[in-house]
């Protein structure tokens, strides 16, 4: 499919000729400006809400879960949402959004009051249902602002990547705050976190301009496209500028196109289940798979490797062992937020190409946890903030993508079936990592090296 800068509104990668570029800046000054300030702080706490509850979990993992592996954490905080995201997407345009959004801030701040008011000598199971509720949440919110950003353009998709990227420095750095520098208990620290889903409420119900939806309410959110009709060709012979133009509406431009172009309306019927598959298998090759790539790859550097990419004390910034882990994991956050708040700038059209160089970070760092022959751990703190950007990059390129290429009719729900691919992306990487910490550590302790069995828990 040609693009042409007239269509896509997007900027090109660095190098492009200088005309171009400037084009290209002009268009997107352009839609900056135009955009409603109120959609862009609305989808921002859209994904730092979202996202934040599930970086505290991991946060306090130890503290919930005492000597159990902290990837038992991880999985229950991410296998309900890779769940909801398998799921959800065939039934849940049936939902209005904003019946969603008073289930999934209900589910999250239940969840981590059971979380914070479990009493330290219950079983930790119980503490792991909490887990999983907000992950429930966090799941069905994920693909349903997603899917909310079809109606409100591409600013909204950039405000809310920025949001989830945010999300990983601010709740890392919340839970530090409350525990180490206030003085707050765990259980304290995870209370004060149930009331933050709350400003969802706030952002969608107040901040965010309701017009774009109030031309859709009563209307079925897939158009009614038979099963026998919808063959390849009746997306590629779509021109490129109607599944691209969406891209230079901020507002409700992209809602009325849709439902306009396909006069949809309440008489017609949704989009079958069967139908709805098949738009899944259209999105695994170009969206789904490279997505899924990249976060097998960082989250087994995450959970499995990093724990063992360790360093003589003496030649290192740290004064412990246990300082390492946290600071990588800072250092990822960081670039996720970066390449995530990125996408107005640069864009990455090939997400086949970060997702290979994931592979091989991982690759990289597997083999000089075995093998020891990186110099300095400030190399390694190059790799792992190099890992950040590129996770963050495939992700918010993935939606992007999808905004510029998917057919108006099928966009609303490719973003949110799409968005299945991280989760399942955690979740395998989560097994993985619990055996490669273990076989690492055993390699490198029988290789002279135990600096993993001297890190002791603060």
């Known amino acids: ?30 839609i900056f400006r135009n955009a409603d300030t109120s959609v862009l702080v609305a989808f921002w706490l859209f994904g730092l809400i979202n996202n934040v509850l599930y970086v505290i979990i991991l946060s306090a993992a130890q503290d919930l879960v005492g000597t159990l592996p902290k990837g038992v954490v991880l999985l229950a905080d991410v296998l ?23 289930v999934f801030v209900s589910l999250s701040s239940a969840g981590m009051c059971l979380v914070a008011l479990t009493p330290a000598t219950s079983s930790a199971a119980v503490k792991l249902v909490g887990v999983a509720l907000a992950s429930l949440s966090s799941g069905g919110g994920e693909l349903s602002f997603l899917g909310l950003t079809h109606y409100y353009g591409h600013m909204s998709l950039a405000a809310w990547g920025s949001g989830t990227g ?7 750095g919340l839970y530090v705050v409350l525990t180490d520098w206030i003085g707050f208990s765990v259980r304290s620290s995870l209370l ?12 969608f119900f107040v901040i965010l301009p309701r017009g774009p939806l109030s031309g859709v309410a009563g209307v079925k959110e897939y158009t009614a ?8 060709e009746d997306i590629e012979d779509i021109p490129p500028d109607n599944a691209s133009s969406s891209l230079l509406a901020p507002g409700p431009g992209v809602a009325s196109t849709a439902y306009s172009l396909h006069g949809e309306g309440p008489g017609q019927k949704t989009a079958s289940f069967a139908t709805n598959l098949r738009r899944a298998r259209k999105l695994f090759f ?6 899924l790539l990249v976060y097998v790859a960082e989250y087994t550097i995450n959970q499995g490797v990093s724990p063992t990419l360790l360093f003589p004390l003496d030649s290192s910034p740290f004064t412990e ?14 670039g996720v937020f970066v390449s995530r708040s990125s996408i107005p700038f640069v864009r990455i059209h090939h997400l086949y190409v970060p997702s290979f160089l994931q592979v091989g970070n991982l690759v990289l760092l597997t083999l000089h946890a075995v093998l020891d022959f990186i110099p300095s751990v400030y190399v390694v703190f190059v790799v792992i903030f190099w890992e950040g950007l590129l996770g963050g990059a495939v992700y918010v390129n993935t939606f992007a993508e999808i905004m510029e290429n998917v057919p108006d009719e099928d966009r609303e729900f490719s973003l949110g079936a799409t968005s299945v691919s991280d989760s399942g992306g955690i979740c395998i990487a989560g097994f993985l990592g619990m055996a490669v910490e273990v076989w690492l550590c055993e390699w490198q302790v029988s290789h002279g090296r135990d600096w993993c069995r001297r890190i002791e828990p603060s």
Do not use: C, D, N
């Open 1 to 30: 499919m040609t693009r042409s800068p007239s269509s896509s509104g997007l900027l090109p990668l660095p190098g492009a000729p200088s005309s171009s570029w400037a084009l290209y800046r002009a268009r997107f000054g352009s």
């Open 321 to 334: 062992f246990r300082s390492f882990y946290p600071f990588y994991g800072f250092l990822y956050q960081l």
């Open 192 to 203: 004060a976190s149930a009331f933050l889903p709350g400003v969802m409420l706030l952002s």
């Open 225 to 232: 496209v038979p099963a026998e009709e919808l063959q390849e």
């Open 286 to 291: 170009p969206y789904m798979l490279p997505l």
């Open 80 to 102: 309900p949402s890779f769940l909801t995201k398998l799921v959800a997407p065939y039934f849940i345009h049936r939902i209005p959004y904003s019946l969603r959004i008073l």
């Open 166 to 172: 945010g999300a990983g420095l601010v709740g890392a």
